[in-house]
């Protein structure tokens, strides 16, 4: 599907990862030029190498940036460099998150507080870094949210279930405040996502959320991706504050 995009400037973060690489190459199709954050040095050389490979597309450059979303000055330097790269920002895509397991009598205070402050604090510092570029275009951020704020209760997922709470409830009062500035912001709330790692490491939990899922399978990347293109376009022109769940039917059943 074409969403009419092309030409326009996206910054994404987290994009070293599995859906943001994945959202970064559904952008490039459609005609995007894409910064590429990732936030440690080991995810450099992959976020350059997928850089080189979506700015041999026709009409689009790729670039990849170090932006640590848990640093202001990181985000601010990579913001600038983006707008001196491309000369407008239309599309920000707050994609970076962290996912841990513990109990609730084994989560400390520093893994409670890293999670929170890369899954909404990092939004955050991303969204008060591109306000001024997205009050130019009249542009659009989409905020990559989970079903665990609607749906928590995966097993051991207490301090990521409500970051991502937090995230839908920023996402909402967020879209209120920027909608008079002619930004529109909206998210999307994926299911379990279908990843190799995953399957090693948690095969129980794998099963547990195909047998449940209405369709009994995990959500494909690539169809998360797909509802961001669609979120940042026109095709979504009248949504402000809406987060559309993607699950495979996970939330029905």
């Known amino acids: 599907m074409d969403f009419q995009l092309r030409g326009r400037h996206a910054l994404i973060t987290g994009a ?26 080991r995810s450099e050389a992959s976020t350059k190498t997928l850089a080189d490979r979506l700015s041999c597309l026709d009409d689009v450059d790729a670039c990849a940036l170090f932006g640590d979303v ?21 599309i920000v895509v707050n994609n970076a998150g962290i996912f841990t397991t513990a109990s609730h009598d084994q989560i400390d205070e520093h893994t409670w507080d890293r999670v929170f402050d890369i899954n909404i604090k990092g939004m955050w510092r991303v969204n008060r870094y591109t306000f ?21 209760g995966f097993g051991h997922t207490v301090h990521y279930d409500a970051s991502k709470g937090a ?11 920027y909608a008079p500035y002619g930004i529109r912001v909206n998210g999307v709330a994926p299911g379990l996502l279908d990843a190799q790692i995953l399957h ?24 998360i991706a797909s509802i961001v293109c669609f979120l940042a376009s026109e ?8 987060i559309l769940v993607a699950d495979c039917g996970y939330g029905m059943m």
């Open 16 to 41: 070293s990862g599995n859906l943001g690489g994945a959202i970064a190459t559904a952008l490039a199709m459609q005609g995007v030029s894409v910064s590429l954050l990732y936030g440690s040095e």
């Open 70 to 90: 848990t640093r202001d000055e990181g985000i601010s330097q990579a913001v600038e460099q983006t707008l001196n790269r491309f000369g407008s920002l239309e």
């Open 132 to 152: 001024d570029a997205l009050y130019e275009s009249k542009g659009a951020v989409v905020q990559v949210c989970s079903i665990n704020a609607f749906r928590p």
């Open 167 to 177: 995230v839908a409830a920023y996402t909402r009062s967020l879209a209120a405040e």
């Open 200 to 223: 090693e490491r948690a095969p129980d939990l794998v099963d547990r959320y195909e047998s449940r899922s209405a369709l009994h399978r995990l959500v494909k990347p690539d169809e």
């Open 235 to 242: 095709a979504s022109s009248a949504m402000v504050g809406e």
